[in-house]
């Protein structure tokens, strides 16, 4: 069965500092996506990025990056330079073209000033 | 702007209650989802609709009902609400396979049964 892991449940940085939220997938499918979402205090999930199984190069928007290896099924997210803005609950999220979507446990960023 | 709204931002039911919870999109999207989300357990799908009248279960179906009459609404209702469906309620939309996994989210409902 697929599933999501995240085993960060808290972090807290102080700004600017760099963070990188981790991601563990499993899956026996060949065919599928990776997603993060962001759930600031406000409560609406944000979608942040989609990445299909087949491109594993690495994506950079502005302060965050993400790393995606599928030799070690893990979809990670860096954010450089951190701000308070930043501070959210972060979902890593698996789906498969049907558009069902499969979530993980998320993490609790709090970046302090 | 694209939008997914929910009824009710806070709402108290008591035991045993029917309680409906609506969810709206103007996005015109085929797909639309409810989800509860509990601490340390992420969100878990409850149900989804792929299109009018159509709806599967998901992770977590039981004591739980959905109902899609038009496109753009999509309600969830509790039969008889108990304490353990004390959670919140998220609402989410997304096109059908072109934008796959790519959801739309209302700013959910807190529901607290006593």
């Known amino acids: 069965a697929q599933k999501v892991t995240q085993a960060q449940t808290e972090i807290s940085v102080v700004e600017k500092e760099d963070v990188t939220l981790d991601c563990v997938y499993e899956t026996r499918d060949t065919t599928y996506y990776l997603f993060w979402y962001k759930q600031p205090p406000s409560g609406e999930l944000v979608f942040l990025i989609r990445r299909n199984s087949f491109d594993e190069q690495n994506e950079i928007s502005g302060r965050y990056s993400w790393n995606f290896q599928k030799s070690t099924s893990s979809f990670n997210f860096t954010i450089t330079a951190s701000q308070v803005v930043d501070s959210a609950v972060y979902f890593c999220a698996w789906g498969t073209s049907y558009d069902k979507v499969i979530f993980g446990p998320g993490t609790s960023l709090s970046v302090i000033p | ?114």
């Open chain 2, 1 to 114: 702007d694209v939008k997914v709204t929910q009824s009710s931002r806070y709402l108290v039911k008591r035991t045993g209650e029917k309680v409906f919870l609506e969810c709206v999109q103007d996005m015109d999207h085929e797909n639309m989802f409810w989800y509860r989300q509990d601490p340390g357990l992420g969100l878990r799908l409850i149900y989804f609709s792929y299109d009018v009248k159509m709806k599967e279960k998901g992770d977590i179906p039981e004591g739980y009902s959905v109902s899609r009459e038009k496109k753009e609404r999509f309600s969830l209702i509790l039969e008889s609400a108990s304490t353990n469906q004390t959670s919140m309620y998220l609402c989410a939309s997304s096109l059908r396979g072109t934008d796959i996994g790519k959801q739309y989210f209302g700013p959910g409902t807190r529901l607290t049964v006593t």
